[in-house]
């Protein structure tokens, strides 16, 4: 098992352009922690600056406390399984697994009993005489993954392993990774652009983007408190909606005008972190669950909507609506599977304040308030 600590690790290419920047990290021995953002921000060769894959341009990699910053791969003791699955075509899944111990000149039987160990921890069994191309995909990660697990490696590096697979495989395959770590104990860092993923998954997500990390924490308290408006609406589907407003305060409450439309008060135990922004413009940060079709707590504000879509999913309906009159906001609620609407007909949500974030608008920076998932 193994610590990684990334001590302002950079990668600069030649032409100019970063592939990760100035990233500062510590990955403590046996956690799993995922690499979250969209295509191109950074996280994939992150990772391969950690496998040694990448040349680090500066900065200082650590394993276990000692600099692998110029360490070979080989010599890392870390196993990457990748998207592709990378298994030769021509051999067993038997052979698969076992390449890599036959190439270090491991004992044949020592080799044979880590494959069988192996291959009964991952369901794997009777599959040991097929080939790759009998497989099915899920099978085929499965065995990519036994192959990196007979190496017994100090670290699991996992780019994007269950991209190529369908919604039900990657489901199963999710439940299945948690369920190694707990048996294994091992470090993981798995690399993902996928959401449920990131918030099922790991013990912690860092959110990357253009090559930084914007903001490391544990799934629930990144999506209680976002750091900006970047991670708030990329950490969910349908993403938090940013609804323009003047923060207003007056006969001593301080509230949210969206123009032409509602106000929104802010609550009180939010009152004394928001009030220094008053007079100011702010984006209004709702999640769509806190967006309700009735009443149930007083506490609830009204908000018009214009209906845009609805929806079915069968377990919930999703509203896409308008907020505002002369330049209309898009926004979205998850509301019941009973919710139904006419097109272009403006209903009444009601907002629930008290998880509700304030951003400013021209940075994108939340502006600091009480963290509800302390609190919770």
Not at 329 to 338: C, D, E, F, T
């Amino acid at each position: 098992m193994a610590s990684i600590e990334l001590d302002h690790v950079s990668k600069l290419y030649a032409n100019g352009a970063y592939g990760a920047r100035d990233v500062d990290l510590k990955i403590e021995d046996g956690e799993f922690v995922i690499f979250l953002g969209p295509s191109g921000c950074g996280k994939s060769t992150t990772l391969r600056l950690i496998a040694g894959l990448e040349s680090i341009t500066s900065g200082e990699l650590r394993i276990d406390g000692v600099d692998v910053t110029n360490v070979p791969p080989r010599d890392r003791n870390l196993a990457v399984v990748f998207q592709s699955y990378a298994l030769y075509p021509h051999m067993t899944v038997r052979e698969n697994m076992g390449f890599g111990l036959k190439m270090r000149r491991t004992p044949r039987a020592e080799i044979e009993a880590k494959i069988q160990e192996t291959a009964g921890l991952l369901g794997l069994s009777a599959l040991l005489d097929r080939k790759p191309a009998a497989l099915s995909g899920g099978q085929r990660q499965r065995v990519a993954l036994g192959r990196a697990i007979v190496r017994e490696p100090a670290a699991f590096l996992l780019d994007e392993p269950l991209s190529n697979l369908d919604a039900q495989l990657r489901a199963e395959m999710r439940l299945e990774l948690v369920k190694l770590h707990r048996r294994l104990g091992r470090t993981i860092i798995h690399v993902t652009h996928d959401q449920v993923e990131a918030m099922t998954m790991g013990d912690r997500i860092c959110i990357m983007r253009e090559g930084r990390i914007i903001q490391v924490g544990k799934p629930l308290e990144v999506y209680a408190d976002p750091a900006d408006t970047f991670v708030a609406r990329f950490l969910a589907s349908p993403p938090m909606n940013l609804i323009p407003a003047d923060l207003t305060a007056a006969d001593g409450t301080l509230a949210c005008r969206i123009a032409g439309t509602a106000s929104i008060a802010i609550p009180d135990r939010h009152r004394a972190a928001y009030e220094p922004a008053a007079g100011g413009k702010v984006l209004v940060g709702l999640r769509p669950e806190d967006l309700h079709e009735t009443q149930a707590d007083p506490a609830w504000q009204p908000l018009p909507v214009t209906v845009v879509a609805v929806e079915t999913l069968g377990v919930e309906n999703i509203l896409v609506g308008q907020v505002g009159e002369e330049k209309p906001i898009q926004v979205s609620a998850r509301l019941s599977r009973h919710f139904t609407a006419e097109v272009g007909r403006t209903v009444t949500l009601y907002a629930d304040a008290g998880p509700m974030h304030l951003f400013d608008p021209e940075s994108g920076k939340a502006i600091p308030r009480p963290s509800l998932a302390a609190r919770a």
